[in-house]
């Protein structure tokens, strides 16, 4: 029975830290995907949605590469490398963001967590620019990954 109690506070951690976000859900779904959640505390949960958001990064990264090899038009070939060099960034950007997280800097992560926000968010408009529609699959991870990002920063902004 104890022990129920003890994962049903990290539920409602979990739920804490992720109610502010615009779309708890897709918060919560994040975090709950995480083994470290069931021990995490506020800084542990902002650190998972930072990876979740790193992995959606890095699923982008592919995604543009395969666009990009088989699109023919060359000024959006030329769009979606640079989206994919960009989303490479972002994870950068990301990782450095949970080293800074962990070292309690907590303006310089969400800095970082903008800017790789930033970085999708310029891709998805030069791609719009061209007139070309991304496949759902993408577009669907965009929004994850933007919804994350959100959700993020809120959490950080509540440690400043």
Known sequence: MGHRNFVFAD???????CHNAEVPKACIQCVKSDPRSQSADKVGI???VITCISN???TLESNMTILASSVHDKDLKL???DCQKE??????NLTTAIDRLKNKDYDQT???VNLAL???FDCKKNVG???YTLPTTVLNDMTLYEELSEAAMRIIDRFL
Do not use: C, R, W
């Open 11 to 17: 539920d409602t951690l979990i739920k804490t830290q």
């Open 56 to 58: 959606k990064a890095v």
């Open 110 to 112: 969400n800095y970082l």
């Open 129 to 131: 620019d061209l007139q």
């Open 87 to 92: 989303l490479s960034d972002a994870k950068t």
């Open 46 to 48: 902002a650190a998972i």
């Open 118 to 120: 930033q970085k999708e």
């Open 79 to 81: 769009v979606l490398q």
